[in-house]
């Protein structure tokens, strides 16, 4: 099976870019760190079947990750991933070493957006998230970019500064793609012995019992946070770290569900963290 291009410099990956423009071809970027599972296939596959040339970032950032986490020991698999690509139909697979130079002192930052949620126990994580996105789009220069909902947060950080920077990309939302036991699919499931994995089962298992309240009509979001919590409490290795009920584009804490809303969770299921939500439109 013939590999997609493998691109490992900025300046290459800057060229590339430039002839596949000037062929008139779009292009289609699915910016990953590699790890990749079902989910980021259900990506490529969105981007394949929109565009002419498919780009995958692998590119374990490490400005977003604080003290303390797992960059050091981030699952790093390339040929594994090299070979999802190719048999996807990637094109070109963007694999630098670092995106970075020592004396870098630019810095994007979302302001409000990073605040809550995953930005109150991971501070500056946005700022990287951000920083990175940034520069790839820069680099890569796509027609459309694929990012899944799972991470919402940084879904709307990322398409808020492509609004706010006019930088000229159409941000594709893609919905999360869950095991066939419902977990969301991470990179980082892989952490989870099978004891850890079965307590982590609860985290989708809350969202769905909260969907089906608010299909019932139930809008107090205090009440269904609360039954969120009472679910998730009852694992005795899995640790909140926070659950929420906002507006979907502003992230502001709601009283009463209406409108477009997000119930997020993140919690540490041992010493995995895990993050996924319930994302409903036109609550009324």
Known sequence: MPGPEVVKSAGEMQARAKEFLKAGKSLGFVPTMGALHAGHTSLI??????????????????????????????PR????????CAKAGVDVIFAPETLYTPDAR??????????????????????????????????????????????AQQLLIV?????????????????TVREADGLAMSSRNRYLSPKLRKQALAIPRALENCRNQVVKGERDAMKLLGEIAEILVQQPDLELDYVAAVDAHTLEDLKTLEGDILVAIAAKVGATRLIDNLHIEGLK
Not at 77 to 84: G, H, N, P, Q, S
């Open 45 to 74: 596959e969105r981007a394949r079947s929109e565009n002419n040339i498919v780009v995958v970032s692998i590119y374990v950032n490490p400005t977003q990750f604080g003290p303390g986490e797992d960059f050091e020991r981030y």
């Open 77 to 84: 698999t390339f040929e594994a991933d090299r070979l999802i």
């Open 106 to 151: 630019t810095w994007v930052q979302v302001g409000g957006l990073d605040e809550p949620l995953c930005g109150m126990s991971r501070p500056g994580h946005f700022r990287g998230v951000a920083t990175v996105v940034a520069k790839l789009l820069s680099i890569v220069r796509p027609d459309r970019a694929y990012f899944g909902r799972k991470d």
């Open 159 to 175: 398409a808020t500064l492509v609004r706010d920077l006019n930088l000229g990309c159409q941000i594709v939302p893609c919905e």
